[in-house]
């Protein structure tokens, strides 16, 4: 089929090789390596229709773009080295007329480790990532990427995609550190914070997560999810009202 698929990654030797495998139908998939010091490198090469480019990290938003010029076809399918394309998904991707005046959605069941995520809010989320080179692309977002579609139709496609996001506690900590970062250098000098939005965002997050969305009946799972947004979105203020501390300063 006439799409490529880009896959960016850094150290994810446990979840790329599912990943990759279910990507053997594409013939063109373009791994872009940023930094990897485990085995992912050597799993990429494994693949032969894999299209290894190692560079750098700027932001999901330009890495993302970046990646996608190395991609042979103008259809380009964003796929996380943490997910995983069903059966259904690739069949529908084979066998639907693309219009290139539309950008595609697609279906995302969650999990973490092997178990299922039903509530939270991150079950059967709709995310765009199916879009021609030619007409669009990811906007510059360092987090929070999105694909623009102004003026572009969206159309949801039939099938899912996997994502294993999560296997085990220590991610959750070290993704809340690095995406309350890159947030935070994203947006100052251009949104105002302080500790109690910091607070209060905080612990909205976790209501949010836990009781409107019912994340109490995903188990211990939900409340690790809940408690994760919680220490996400207090750490995103809390770094933005420094950053912007210091960027009044050096006025």
């Given at each position: 089929?006439?799409?490529?698929?880009?896959?960016?990654?850094?150290?994810?030797?446990?979840?790329?090789?599912?990943?990759?495998?279910?990507?053997?139908?594409?013939?063109d998939?373009?791994?872009?390596?940023n930094?990897s010091?485990?085995?992912s490198?050597?799993?990429?090469?494994?693949?032969?229709?894999?299209?290894?480019?190692?560079?750098?990290?700027?932001?999901?938003?330009?890495t993302?773009?970046?990646?996608?010029?190395?991609?042979?076809?103008?259809?380009?399918?964003?796929?996380?080295?943490d997910?995983?394309?069903?059966?259904?998904?690739?069949?529908?991707l084979?066998?639907t007329?693309?219009?290139?005046?539309?950008?595609?959605?697609?279906?995302?069941?969650?999990?973490?480790?092997?178990?299922p995520v039903?509530?939270c809010?991150?079950?059967?989320?709709?995310?765009?990532r199916?879009?021609?080179k030619?007409?669009t692309?990811?906007?510059?977002?360092?987090v929070?990427e999105?694909?623009?579609?102004?003026g572009?139709?969206?159309?949801?496609?039939?099938?899912?995609?996997?994502?294993?996001?999560y296997?085990s506690?220590s991610?959750?900590?070290?993704?809340?550190?690095h995406?309350?970062?890159?947030?935070?250098?994203?947006?100052v000098g251009k949104?105002?914070?302080?500790?109690?939005?910091?607070?209060?965002n905080?612990?909205?997050?976790?209501i949010?997560?836990y009781?409107?969305k019912?994340g109490?009946?995903?188990?211990?799972?939900?409340?690790?999810i809940?408690?994760?947004?919680?220490?996400?979105?207090?750490?995103?203020y809390?770094?933005?009202?420094?950053?912007?501390?210091?960027?009044?300063?050096?006025k």
């Amino acid at each position: 089929m006439d799409i490529s698929v880009i896959v960016l990654v850094k150290n994810n030797e446990n979840t790329l090789p599912k990943t990759l495998e279910s990507l053997k139908g594409f013939s063109d998939v373009v791994v872009y390596d940023n930094g990897s010091t485990d085995k992912s490198i050597e799993i990429a090469k494994s693949f032969s229709n894999v299209h290894l480019v190692q560079g750098e990290f700027k932001g999901f938003g330009w890495t993302k773009n970046q990646a996608a010029s190395f991609s042979k076809n103008d259809w380009v399918l964003i796929i996380d080295s943490d997910e995983v394309v069903d059966s259904e998904l690739f069949k529908t991707l084979g066998t639907t007329a693309l219009d290139k005046n539309t950008v595609y959605k697609l279906n995302f069941k969650a999990f973490y480790k092997d178990i299922p995520v039903k509530y939270c809010g991150w079950n059967n989320q709709k995310i765009k990532r199916l879009y021609n080179k030619t007409v669009t692309h990811n906007n510059s977002n360092d987090v929070h990427e999105d694909i623009i579609s102004d003026g572009l139709k969206i159309k949801e496609l039939s099938g899912n995609v996997e994502h294993y996001s999560y296997h085990s506690i220590s991610q959750f900590i070290i993704k809340a550190d690095h995406y309350s970062t890159l947030f935070a250098k994203n947006n100052v000098g251009k949104k105002n914070s302080s500790p109690l939005k910091a607070f209060f965002n905080g612990i909205y997050s976790f209501i949010r997560t836990y009781i409107f969305k019912r994340g109490f009946l995903d188990g211990y799972v939900g409340l690790i999810i809940a408690y994760s947004h919680m220490v996400t979105n207090f750490y995103k203020y809390i770094k933005l009202y420094e950053l912007n501390k210091e960027h009044n300063k050096s006025k």
